[in-house]
């Protein structure tokens, strides 16, 4: 059974930094693209970053030079490493493996998320 646990989430200050991790179990980590979703209030869910197995990596233009994926395929984690943050940047945040980088088709089920609050 796949089991994805993310963490890391908190109360920030606009321009601090968060790292958000996200350990996966049940799968061979290291052979799927990963990426990092999110959801703010009333909006719908949405990929910001993802990585595929060689390391390749992509943004949403909004977090672009902000976050930064990475991947430890030892430890089958993913990380988001959040900088420079915006109220907008409010949302919980999850990880799971993309189906369709186009739309929110993902492989398998979500985890519990990790709520992220910009907030002075």
């Known amino acids: 059974q796949v089991q994805l646990v993310e963490s890391g989430g908190g109360l920030v200050q606009p321009g601090g930094s968060l790292r958000l991790s996200c350990a996966a179990s049940?799968?061979?980590?290291?052979?799927?693209?990963m990426g990092w979703y999110r959801q703010a209030p009333g909006k719908q869910r949405e990929l910001v970053a993802h990585?595929?197995?060689?390391?390749?990596?992509r943004y949403t233009d909004s977090v672009k030079g902000r976050f930064t994926i990475s991947r430890d395929n030892a430890k089958s984690t993913v990380y988001l490493q959040m900088s420079s943050l915006k109220p907008e940047d409010t949302a919980v945040y999850y990880c799971?493996?993309?189906?369709?980088?186009?739309?929110?088709?993902?492989?398998?089920?979500w985890g519990q998320g990790t709520q992220v609050t910009v907030s002075s």
């Open positions: 799971n493996a993309p189906i369709d980088l186009s739309t929110v088709t993902v492989h398998w089920s």
């Open positions: 990585i595929t197995s060689g390391g390749s990596t």
């Open positions: 049940g799968i061979i980590f290291s052979i799927y693209s």
